[in-house]
């Protein structure tokens, strides 16, 4: 439904506005308003013509502002022309300038700076109905004048345009920016659906040359976190693109156009943070949290960090950030300075934490916090009390948390953008979320989503579907694919039996659970039932499965072993605590690797009289610790140059330390015999290094990449190796991801969300 009345006013009169809009809408009146309030933007945009062309009636907020302002001018003398009803309210006396004399000289008007605020609504109501606007409780009066010719839809249906003037204007020009910087190709953004009264979504065509770095473009097995962002003032849109594995800042000022800017390149840009202010955007680079001045470029270094995630710039003159593989929360001051650390995790493998947000005037931060297990659509939303540390759980699941300061929480779940009404003096939800957006990029397992809210109320998002979620497949040396029947779900850590025959897979919902497979029939059944349960690994004879086991009360994990076909309870290996998992087991069986609070540790005789000791720790973060078949190596992953690479160390001789591969490497599998080890390296190519366990001197030999296939990474080892090597299981999408083509707007969201919630 269209809005049947125009209002058109000064920025600087918009709290006066607000006042009376407001009280009109509670009416019953249908209003569209500017409620951005901006007033001197440079563009006009089409939505001011279709909201014009659209409505029975222009109600013009009368002020000394107003009459100077040229985009007021320009909407009175476009309803006159589209031979709209005008009726003048006059917020103080003014004199009407000459260009307008002719549209308004004459017609009746209010006065409301001689009534009262009960005296003018009822004297504004009256004046609507008697001019045709529908008005509960009030005769209807005028009919609806027909609509000037001169300003036709483009379409059959009519476009409901409910949007700040200058949001509406600079979204119609970023098409035309993107066109004349990329090519012809590219069309000014279209409506492409209406939900609710008012509100309207846009794409923005992007050229086919141009990849974005997100869905089918985005060559990583992980997400490295939101590609696209849009400033808090609504008018600066920033997204990462890439070409030849570079990875490049693009940077658009929609409201003083010079041509999308290329502002920073590296190898390893991810994350962008606007300033408070819009004029820097910070970001982080390997180990290090830069900021750059979007006027000049400059690059300045704010600080360093240990594998940084996302952040949140915040309007305190902080930096929010989380690192050390998501579990850590830290700050830092936006001129540089000394991180503090805010929060710490638990150190397991998927509990991570999520994208602060940090609200306004010291009220804490909303972020995810771990959940019951590695399906991040169900880790609880929390509060953070930045001076208690004291955390409120809010009654919701689901990551990348936003607070829209009309009083919604809004925040990503399976695919789409979700809305709850949010208390904050009570930090309660009110209502149950319902689905904002539909069909939104994501990733669950590793805590991104493709949207950004801006303080205006515009979102700016790429499509696209949760990216967890995949089917297991076999993949030989070459890179062909063989398809499992097992159903598509969100799947975790998956390890095959010695002889090949079983499977045992974890398999990730509200909490988590092992199956165990046949790989001939690929059906399956439940090992583990009570709590949550993950990352399983086989004994050597295959008659059992080591995993780790929580409550759902208690966050502490612990290390278990059950056999496949006992009933009765698992024996426990080590007691609940933070961060286990097991990695793999000694050729002797006498004793276990496993991750411990982001350490490799060792435990002797774990199913007699299970000693822990710690192997590799303290400077670095190490993980998936892999004994090679001889018992004298292990590989494992550490972050010792800032990003995270595959090593082997000698278990006789700890000096032997050596790097296989490149950078950016890891998941190390031996083969049977350890004359190779195989891993992930770069955007996620498996790799085959070979080996000599003997060597005195450096055992790694030649490297060859085997092949390069787009499968769904997950916390711990993300494939393995069938026992006859000639091929691979690896978690694939059932579908490939498609191509980003857009980047889609939603407008004016208070009153989409406004209506969903009837508030």
Not at 85 to 99: F, N, Q
Not at 337 to 346: D, S
Request: hydrophobic share 40%; charged share 20%.
């Amino acid at each position: 439904m269209s809005a049947e009345v125009f209002v058109s006013y000064s920025s600087q009169d918009h709290a006066q506005v607000s006042k009376i809009i407001d009280r009109l809408r509670k009416a019953g009146v249908s209003v569209w308003m500017d409620e951005g309030g901006i007033d001197a933007a440079t563009l006009w945009s089409e939505a001011i013509v279709e909201a014009i062309n659209d409505c029975k009636l222009l109600m013009m907020m009368v002020s000394r502002h107003s009459t100077d302002s040229a985009n007021v001018v320009k909407e009175v003398m476009l309803a006159s022309e589209s031979s709209k009803t005008i009726l003048p309210v006059y917020l103080e006396p003014a004199d009407i300038p000459t260009r307008l004399k002719y549209q308004l000289t004459g017609i009746q008007h209010s006065e409301a700076f001689a009534l009262t605020p009960d005296a003018l609504l009822e004297e504004l109501l009256k004046g609507l109905a008697k001019n045709g606007v529908a008005v509960p409780g009030y005769e209807n009066v005028k009919s609806t004048a027909p609509a000037s010719s001169t300003h036709k839809r483009r379409r059959n249906q009519p476009v409901n345009w409910k949007a700040p003037a200058f949001v509406g204007a600079v979204l119609f020009a970023i098409g035309l920016l993107i066109g004349a910087n990329f090519g012809s190709d590219s069309t000014p953004p279209q409506s492409i659906d209406r939900t609710i009264d008012h509100a309207t979504r846009l794409a923005i065509n992007l050229p086919d040359n141009l990849n974005i770095l997100a869905g089918a473009d985005n060559p990583y097995l992980w997400s490295i976190g939101s590609v696209v962002e849009i400033s808090p003032n609504g008018r600066h849109i920033a997204y990462y693109s890439i070409s030849n594995k570079v990875h490049t800042l693009n940077y658009v000022d929609l409201s003083n156009y010079e041509g999308t800017k290329k502002i920073v390149e590296s190898f390893s840009l991810k994350g962008i943070l606007f300033s408070p202010n819009s004029k820097w955007i910070a970001f982080f680079d390997k180990g290090k949290i830069k900021k750059v001045l979007l006027d000049t470029k400059e690059v300045a270094i704010v600080g360093e960090t240990r594998v940084p995630d996302y952040g949140y710039w915040a309007e305190d003159g902080y930096i929010y950030f989380v690192h050390s593989l998501g579990r850590k929360l830290s700050r830092i001051k936006d001129v540089g300075g000394t991180p503090e650390l805010l929060h710490e995790g638990p150190h397991q493998e998927g509990a991570t934490l999520g994208k602060p947000f940090v609200l306004k005037d010291g009220r804490g931060v909303l972020m995810t916090f771990p959940g019951k297990g590695i399906n991040r659509n169900y880790a609880p939303i929390n509060h953070l009390d930045l001076k208690t540390k004291k955390i409120k759980d809010l009654g919701v699941t689901g990551i990348w948390p936003y607070y829209h300061e009309a009083g919604y929480l809004l925040f990503a779940k399976n695919g789409n953008i979700w809305a709850a009404p949010l208390d904050l003096d009570s930090l309660s939800v009110s209502a149950d979320p319902v689905p904002l957006i539909k069909g939104v990029g994501m990733y669950a397992h590793w805590e991104t989503a493709q949207y950004s809210l801006s303080n205006s109320g515009a979102i700016v998002y790429l499509e696209g579907r949760d990216e967890s979620l995949g089917i297991p497949a076999w993949v030989n040396s070459e890179g062909e694919i063989e398809k499992t029947t097992m159903p598509e779900q969100f799947y975790g850590i998956s390890d095959i039996s010695p002889d090949g025959k079983k499977l045992a897979i974890q398999v990730a919902a509200e909490k988590d659970d092992i199956w165990i497979y046949d790989t001939e029939t690929w059906s399956g059944s439940k090992l583990t039932t009570d709590g949550s349960n993950g990352w399983p690994m086989w004994s050597k004879d295959g008659e059992s499965v080591v995993f780790v086991s929580r409550t759902l009360e208690e966050e502490a994990w612990g290390l278990y072993s059950k056999k496949i076909n006992a009933i009765g309870a698992p024996r426990m290996i080590w007691e609940p605590s933070n961060g286990v998992m097991a990695t793999s087991w000694h050729p002797t069986e006498d004793k276990l690797a496993m991750n411990f609070e982001s350490d490799i540790w060792f435990i002797n005789n774990p199913l007699t009289d299970p000693k822990g000791i710690k192997f590799a720790g303290e400077k670095h973060l190490e993980w998936v610790g892999m004994f090679s078949p001889n018992g004298n190596w292990i590989a494992y992953d550490i972050d010792q140059s800032g990003s995270y690479s595959q090593v082997v160390h000698s278990l006789n001789d700890t000096n032997q330390l050596y790097q296989v591969g490149t950078k950016d490497s890891g998941n190390g599998l031996w083969s049977s015999k350890g004359d190779a080890l195989y891993f992930i390296q770069g955007y996620g190519s498996i790799v085959r290094a070979e080996f000599d366990p003997e060597s005195s001197n450096n055992p790694v030999g030649k490297i060859k990449e085997l092949f390069y296939v787009k499968l769904i990474d997950n916390p711990g080892s993300s494939y393995d190796i069938h026992p006859t090597e000639e091929k691979f299981l690896l978690i694939v999408p059932k579908t490939p991801f498609k191509k980003v083509r857009e980047i889609r707007v939603l407008l004016n969201i208070e009153n989409e969300l406004r209506g969903l919630f009837q508030k």
